[in-house]
């Protein structure tokens, strides 16, 4: 407590004592000292402590200010920071310190019944005097401190979280440097061997089928890149889709099929739902999630290895839901190789967006059990149902005679999707920019085209605004011409942007033929 009065003088003029009181509080201990004669006096001290209480008998004592310091510290002060603060406070050094000093201080730690806080002690020179006095203080610093602990606690885990990216990354990028050569290899000694062999049908036969294979190993390479980016951004758009798990099942199999087949891996799936109910679920982002899983066996798992998947149907609480487990077991090298790689991250962030869960058991030298425990609601009313307007019976009937406009500004984009329609007897003309398609457009009568292939990535005028011009031409088929989105650019912020520019569909590069031949037979159907 302050032994001034209210509106005491102080220095020559009145201080009112509850603004001293106020700016205060933090303080335990306010004093002077006389570096020259040793004389002290104190104004303030903490107030209802047994310290107070000591300190006012070490006062009461006459003890000298040297002794009330050094008695305070042993009563008062950590073992280890009593030195520190007894040196601080030594007349002989305050007077020499602050012959080139405004101020010093020690940060020691304070016992006050029997729990610890942070204290700072200071002193600082009485400015404009030119006296030997001097302010002495002690201040409760422990919520500064405290808070600076957990400011830096929050920046090292930040640092930490940064580093294991970082380090993440490299190793992926270190393997993905090798493992990408591994396929371009094929595709191009291949490639060569073909050109070697053009009146082989057998070689050739051969060589495109190892280049195919290939071919989709770095897709799934640039696949894996991506969902690093996803991961990184947390930028995962839901889109669901009505399916059963024997739908996923084959998507599963056809895709792991690629995958397993360099490694000679052995690949089973046992699917043991027999149900047949229809699912709805975001099954792209769940198949990249457990492609990533194959992905990290297949990386992990010596040549000639298992690996296999089952599905296993489990009581849900919710009548409304159906629950899974994907149960996936490998016979790699197990939990010592588990954290050099970016894919359990990346399925661990896919399944905290669709509601589901990843448990692993895995046992080093002997291989991996990965676990997804996921539900997916059944779809039971017509409204979640999305049913086929009538059967895809696998012919071409429908698409002979359709004329197509294929606008990209890439020659050999181009001419492959102008191949890929002309295989499904579909008339096509082409455009290599936004302008020349619209001039197109303009240019025949009404119902002409029967559909636009639209690249998304064009310069001048890209697929968004071309697509946006399309649709504002003054002409009766303007709004009903149905326009597919084709780009490389798999992101669904991509997908969305196309479909707000006034787009029907979506179809990604490389062309996947059955799909587009869907999106097509969909698209004109309607």
Do not use: W
Not at 130 to 143: A, F, G, M, Q, Y
Not at 232 to 257: C, G, P, V, Y
Not at 477 to 498: G, H, M, S, W, Y
């Amino acid at each position: 407590m302050f032994k001034l009065k209210k509106n005491t003088p102080f220095g020559g003029k009145y201080v009112e004592y509850d603004v001293l009181q106020a700016l205060s509080k933090d303080f335990l201990v306010i004093g002077s000292v006389d570096t020259d004669t040793g004389a002290y006096s104190f104004s303030r001290f903490e107030t209802g402590t047994e310290s107070e209480k000591i300190l006012e008998g070490y006062i009461h004592d006459g003890l000298s200010f040297e002794d009330i310091v050094r008695r305070y510290a042993e009563d008062h002060i950590y073992p280890e920071d009593q030195e520190g603060v007894v040196s601080c406070f030594t007349i002989q050094n305050l007077r020499k310190a602050l012959e080139t000093k405004e101020d010093i201080s020690v940060l020691a730690r304070k016992i006050e019944d029997d729990k610890m806080r942070f204290i700072k002690g200071e002193t600082r020179r009485i400015e404009g005097s030119l006296d030997s006095k001097v302010i002495v203080s002690i201040r409760d610093v422990d919520r500064e401190i405290q808070k600076e602990r957990e400011r830096q606690n929050e920046l090292t885990e930040a640092y930490n979280a940064v580093e294991r990216a970082s380090q993440a990354k490299n190793h992926f990028l270190y393997n993905m440097s090798h493992d990408i050569r591994t396929p371009l290899n094929a595709i191009m000694g291949y490639t060569t061997v073909a050109t070697d062999n053009p009146n082989d049908p057998k070689m050739l036969k051969k060589c495109l089928g190892r280049i195919d294979d290939a071919s989709h190993q770095v897709l799934n390479i640039i696949n894996e890149i991506l969902d690093i980016n996803e991961y990184e951004e947390k930028s995962i758009f839901i889109t669901e889709h009505n399916l059963t798990m024997a739908d996923l099942e084959r998507q599963i199999t056809q895709t792991a099929q690629t995958m397993v087949h360099d490694k000679k891996l052995d690949f089973f799936v046992k699917n043991e739902d027999e149900s047949g109910t229809l699912l709805i679920m975001d099954d792209a982002h769940m198949l990249r999630a457990i492609v990533n899983l194959i992905s990290h066996s297949v990386r992990y798992t010596e040549t000639g290895g298992n690996l296999s998947l089952t599905i296993l149907p489990l009581k849900a609480l919710d009548p409304d839901y159906r629950r899974y487990n994907f149960i996936f077991e490998d016979n790699g090298t197990g939990i010592e190789e588990e954290d050099k790689g970016v894919n359990i991250p990346i399925v661990r962030n896919i399944l905290d967006a669709l509601g589901g869960v990843l448990n692993i058991e895995s046992v080093e030298g002997k291989g991996s059990k990965f676990i997804i425990d996921i539900e997916f609601k059944a779809a039971r009313s017509q409204e979640e149902v999305i049913s086929p307007d009538e059967t895809d019976d696998g012919s071409n009937d429908q698409l002979v005679g359709k004329r197509v406009l294929v606008v990209d500004d890439s020659r050999v984009s181009n001419d492959i999707a102008v191949t890929i329609l002309d295989g499904f007897g579909v008339m096509s003309e082409s455009a290599y920019d936004g302008n020349t398609a619209i001039d197109m457009i303009c240019e025949n009568e009404v119902g002409y085209y029967d559909l636009i292939l639209m690249d998304i990535d064009m310069p001048q005028m890209d697929g968004h605004e071309t697509a946006r011009e399309i649709r504002g031409l003054h002409r009766p088929d303007a709004k009903i011409l149905p326009i597919i989105a084709l780009t490389a650019n798999v992101f669904e912020k991509t997908r969305q942007e196309a479909f707000s520019a006034g787009m029907n569909d979506f179809v990604t590069k490389p062309i996947d033929v059955a799909e587009l031949r869907e999106v097509l037979l969909k698209t004109i159907r309607h």
